[in-house]
């Protein structure tokens, strides 16, 4: 969720024409298109896509994933996924989705591939990557975030891969990234643990440093988005300074992933 000349842009992830126009009756700005939301999400096919520019509006970037499970790619599935960007823009997508990531942190994306993006985000997921110690962990991230493509780490907030925050948001602050604050994982029923106390801990830690948010809401469904209920409520429990969140301020957003909103 970004926002535009002062109005938020919100985003839906969406695996089907009906859910695309709840997303857009809901209020969404845009789709992410993806085929299998209950695995995770994969690459839609092609009838989805003309199914849902049928039956919504809406701008939709397309996810190219080729497959179900983590996202260290070999070449051939590589060549499969430009393939596929190839495929959906000349079918007229208006952007796509893709990650990737080494199990080090890193990113496994050649500079050809980067260069082409807006913006990275990189967030550690549990099919994806395999938790090590907190300093491991924490390596991971910030290896992921000193790639200059990544602008966003999100949800650094999961028990699940405990994080040294003060090393975390001090090289975030070095390296000119911005830590996401998400809802999703202020919910009780959320599949992240410890998602409250993670995150008091981490807006701490950014307030000593200074260190700059984004606000986010993991909404993969469309009656979540743009709700920061939780996110701002805990905000004001602490007295976070709402300049260091970057969601009020599109100059923000504009300095953090420079392009032009």
Not at 4 to 10: E, F, P, R, T
């Amino acid at each position: 969720h970004t926002m535009n000349h002062g109005k938020m842009i919100l985003e839906a992830c969406v695996d089907s024409p009906e859910s695309a126009e709840a997303a857009e009756k809901g209020g969404a700005d845009r789709l992410e298109l993806c085929g299998h939301l209950i695995i995770g999400g994969v690459t839609p096919d092609e009838w989805l896509y003309r199914s849902v520019r049928e039956h919504c509006r809406l701008p939709v970037r397309v996810l190219i994933r080729p497959r179900f499970g983590d996202f260290c790619y070999t070449e051939a599935e590589f060549q499969m996924m430009e393939h596929q960007v190839a495929h959906f823009k000349k079918l007229g997508a208006d952007a796509v989705v893709i990650g990737c990531l080494r199990p080090d942190g890193t990113l496994d994306l050649e500079e050809r591939y980067l260069q082409k993006m807006d913006y990275a985000l990189a967030s550690i997921h549990p099919f994806a990557f395999t938790a090590g110690s907190r300093k491991e962990n924490t390596l991971a991230s910030v290896r992921a975030f000193q790639n200059p493509y990544v602008k966003i780490l999100g949800h650094p907030d999961d028990g699940r891969f405990p994080l040294d925050y003060e090393e975390l948001v001090r090289e975030a602050k070095q390296a000119h990234v911005a830590l996401e604050v998400n809802n999703s994982s202020l919910n009780p029923r959320s599949s992240r643990q410890g998602g409250r106390e993670n995150i008091i801990e981490l807006l701490k830690t950014c307030m000593k440093y200074e260190q700059p948010v984004i606000m986010g809401t993991d909404s993969h469904m469309c009656f979540a988005i743009g709700k920061f209920v939780e996110t701002e409520q805990l905000m004001r429990e602490l007295d976070f300074p709402t300049e260091l969140v970057l969601n009020y301020a599109p100059e923000n957003i504009h300095k953090l992933i420079n392009i032009t909103l």
